[in-house]
């Protein structure tokens, strides 16, 4: 499967240099903005990957304005976004917009770099797997194909081949109250300027139309609504769209086309797992309610999450067991946003306004594995029984293992004849761990860096982070860099007393898997990592 999901499992296993397969069923790329929002823990994950063009040519959302019934007259404008005070730990802190039609030309872009292309037209018709690897049987313009390989990621969506040759259970609800029809659709309208506008009820009957010039000047997704209309029968019908809008919006409007269109409704269901031996699953793997726009992002998640663990273990460095955690630390996360977006579409439904019971949760910035068996805290006293609470809101006041790793600006890499700045994101890549070491002198940190030796250059890197009342002279240090933290941002972010020395180990993913003294914890993490280690 070739949506986002699937790309960017792509893309991380190639930067980590594993060489992979793409394929599609569907003969064309598909069109249509479908998720058009992207929290900022996204755009951090895709500045990971070094893929700025989301984040750049992505567009922030525009207030959303409602109208007093049968006029075009404004009754307020409201935010579809939760408003958070930027912070420097923070780099991406206004959510964007991008339809998921250009969100994946720009990856697939990316994959080029790798001399990796899609192949459309080609579907899994089925798979067998062994101890030793997965044999695939594709299909392309009626040819089959058997196809030997290790793993297989079936980012091909709930309805997929994959989900349902392995027998995933798919548990939920289907929510009949709430069918939506979205598509993108070029039309003008008199007196309509490019705001985000909603006209009519969310209950009863609505639209509203979101402008977006990746369809062209006049485009829009739009998005029609209520139990008064007849969904399933105005999605077969370019006729019946118009109409409708034309009922709904108290103005002449020229209609040019409609783009792509679909129904849905909210099913708010997922897997019990998302693997099973050698073949696993990303992305889609939970439908639920377009309300708060979560799912891509999920999706995108997923894939990232078991892009490291799979390529460690395809080179050799991990064991397989490392897989289990993938399953074990997503399946939480994806269970607890359920409950989130069921709860924003309950509060939409029942209030009338979309925007109603969204916060600041949906940034996804407070998502975290603080359970997962491979993170390790020598600061925190594990208590049996603890509540998991995946899907918190970001407290920056608090850090521990398993949380969203943060960054900091102005940081200042001494190592060199030239002082130049980074940031903390600048250092963190998807095929290695960055560890960490906070010290009050190069000095101090030197044991500590002598531990990493035993580890592969290739998937383990260092920083020292001094103090930033270091002086900037050349240090000399065994480490991959060292850095002074002029400003104090990073020692802020990462809650560091003046004096202390401590260890931050950030995996591959930019989520923080240890965080101990000294040596002795950073072995005893990357035990649970790296094989012999």
Same mark, same amino acid.
């Given at each position: 499967g070739a949506g986002p999901a699937g790309l960017v499992a792509a893309l991380t296993l190639l930067q980590n240099g594993i060489s992979v397969r793409i394929i599609d069923k569907d003969p064309h790329h598909r069109i249509g903005q479908r998720g058009a929002g992207i929290w900022p823990r996204s755009l951090e994950l895709y500045n990971f990957l070094d893929v700025p063009e989301v984040n750049s040519l992505g567009k922030p959302a525009p207030p959303v304005r409602s109208y007093k019934p049968g006029t075009l007259e404004p009754l307020k404008d409201s935010s579809m976004v939760p408003s958070m005070e930027p912070t420097p730990s923070i780099p991406f802190h206004t959510p964007k917009m991008m339809g998921q039609q250009l969100l994946d030309v720009i990856l697939r872009r990316h994959l080029e770099k790798f001399s990796c292309s899609v192949e459309m037209g080609t579907e899994l018709r089925s798979f067998?797997?062994?101890?030793? =690897?997965?044999?695939?049987?594709?299909? !392309?313009?009626?040819?089959?194909?058997? @196809?030997d390989t290790k793993w297989i990621i079936g980012a091909d969506g709930a309805k997929g081949i994959v989900r349902k040759q392995l027998g995933l259970a798919f548990l939920g609800e289907t929510r009949d109250d709430t069918r939506i029809v979205t598509g993108d659709i070029r039309l003008k309208g008199v007196g309509l300027d490019r705001h985000w506008h909603r006209f009519g009820h969310l209950s009863t009957r609505g639209v509203t139309l979101r402008p977006t010039d990746e369809i062209g000047e006049d485009g829009w997704q739009f998005f029609i609504y209520g139990h008064e209309l007849d969904i399933a029968k105005i999605a077969q019908s370019e006729e019946l769209v118009f109409e409708?809008?034309?009922?709904?919006?108290?103005?002449?409007?020229? @209609?040019? !086309?409609?783009?792509?269109?679909?129904? @849905?409704?909210?099913?708010i269901r997922m897997v019990n797992k998302f693997s099973e031996g050698r073949v696993f699953v990303a992305g889609g793997m939970c439908i639920?309610?377009?309300? =708060?726009?979560? =799912?891509l992002n999920s999706g995108v998640q997923d894939a990232f999450n078991l892009g490291w663990k799979l390529a460690l273990v395809q080179k050799g460095f991990a064991d397989k067991s490392l897989l289990e955690t993938y399953s074990a630390e997503r399946l939480p996360v994806i269970s607890e946003m359920l409950g989130v977006t069921t709860s924003i579409l309950d509060k939409a439904m029942s209030s009338g306004d979309p925007s109603a019971g969204r916060s600041p949760i949906l940034y996804m910035l407070g998502i975290n594995c603080r359970f997962s068996t491979i993170v390790l805290d020598e600061f925190v006293t594990s208590v049996e029984g603890r509540p998991i609470n995946a899907y918190g809101v970001l407290d920056e006041g608090h850090l521990e293992a398993g949380d969203r790793a943060p960054d900091a600006p102005n940081m200042l890499h001494v190592g060199r004849a030239e002082p130049d700045e980074t940031t903390l994101f600048g250092l963190y890549r998807?095929?290695?761990?960055?560890?960490?070491? @906070?010290?009050p002198s190069a000095t101090d940190a030197t044991q500590i860096l002598g531990a990493l030796e035993a580890y592969d250059k290739s998937v383990v890197r260092s920083a020292v982070v001094l103090p930033s009342s270091t002086p900037v002279t050349p240090v000399a240090s065994p480490a991959d860099l060292v850095l002074v933290d002029r400003e104090g941002y990073a020692y802020s972010a990462y809650l560091m007393e003046a004096g202390q020395t401590k260890v931050f180990v950030i995996r591959p993913d930019g989520v923080v898997g240890a965080i101990v003294h000294g040596a002795e914890g950073v072995k005893k993490y990357f035990s649970k990592i790296f094989l012999d280690a």
């Open positions: 067998e797997q062994s101890d030793e =690897g997965v044999t695939a049987v594709l299909a !392309k313009n009626g040819i089959s194909e058997t @196809f409708t809008i034309t009922s709904l919006i108290p103005t002449e409007i020229t @209609f040019n !086309k409609v783009v792509w269109m679909s129904d @849905f409704r909210a099913n639920h309610s377009p309300t =708060g726009g979560q =799912g998807p095929w290695y761990h960055t560890v960490l070491v @906070f010290a």
